[in-house]
């Protein structure tokens, strides 16, 4: 594997209402180990508690995909868009030229977790814009999000794909990085269940559980199989320079 990020190993930052696991540098986290992977530059886990949330605050250039786990997350911003997004849906804010937000717990009484993604523009200055969808329950993969919006996927600012791979015990999949004038980096998070990875090229097998990431060179292709019930995020990236 290119790159390996332990889920125990990641920052974390509890403020009580607020409990976020960072995978990349963030806030008052830094490690310059983990600065990013490509053009993906932030991959937040949080649990926010009942009532609480991150209240009115900008953003500019950036597209900011936030992918509910469990919970619902109410979304409202400077624009007008006023959403409640619940366990299964995603959304993409593109900041552009500028935006202001805020992202509160929907509930009085139950937490949300939602992961929160940042992924650098190859674009800026837009128009702010923002997408929501709900994701199927289905096994295999489905693609999320993309430049070109196609296949009914959210469209971003940048050459990149978000998919979700959903997989039952026992299952296996085949996941191999593109390579275009581009694409050239793939990365797969565990959101939830365990997987062996084995990747054809060293026949290097590597057991991934929840929390748990791998970041992935031009070509290369991994056997995915899953030890119990599996949900992960996979992302197509532009090749890292």
């Not at 986290?29 to 053009?39: L, P, Q, R, V």
């Not at 849906?89 to 935006?99: L, N």
Request: hydrophobic residues 40%; glycine residues 10%.
């Amino acid at each position: 594997m290119q790159y390996i990020r332990k889920g125990s190993e990641r920052g974390n930052v509890n403020l009580g209402w607020l409990n976020s696991k960072h995978s990349f540098s963030f806030g008052q986290y830094y490690d310059a180990n983990h600065m990013g992977f490509s053009a993906l530059r932030v991959f937040n886990d949080d649990i926010v508690q009942a009532g609480k949330g991150f209240e009115t605050h900008g953003h500019r250039d950036m597209e900011i995909i936030s992918f509910v786990v469990s919970g619902a997350l109410k979304h409202k911003d400077s624009t007008g868009n006023d959403y409640v997004i619940p366990a299964g849906d995603i959304q993409v804010m593109s900041a552009g030229k500028g935006i202001r937000h805020s992202e509160m717990n929907a509930s009085e009484c139950e937490e949300v977790n939602f992961i929160q993604i940042w992924i650098e523009p190859n674009v800026t200055g837009v128009q702010p814009a923002y997408l929501q969808k709900s994701v199927s329950d289905k096994n295999g993969l489905e693609l999320l999000v993309s430049e070109s919006g196609q296949d009914g996927s959210l469209k971003i600012n940048q050459e990149a794909r978000i998919s979700k791979l959903a997989l039952s015990q026992g299952e296996s999949f085949d996941l191999t990085v593109e390579s275009t004038a581009t694409l050239g980096a793939g990365y797969l998070h565990i959101v939830k269940g365990e997987i062996t990875v084995n990747d054809i090229k060293s026949d290097k097998m590597t057991t991934l559980t929840k929390g748990d990431a791998i970041g992935l060179g031009a070509q290369q292709k991994v056997v995915v199989l899953a030890n119990d019930d599996v949900l992960a995020l996979w992302f197509d990236l532009p090749a890292i320079r």
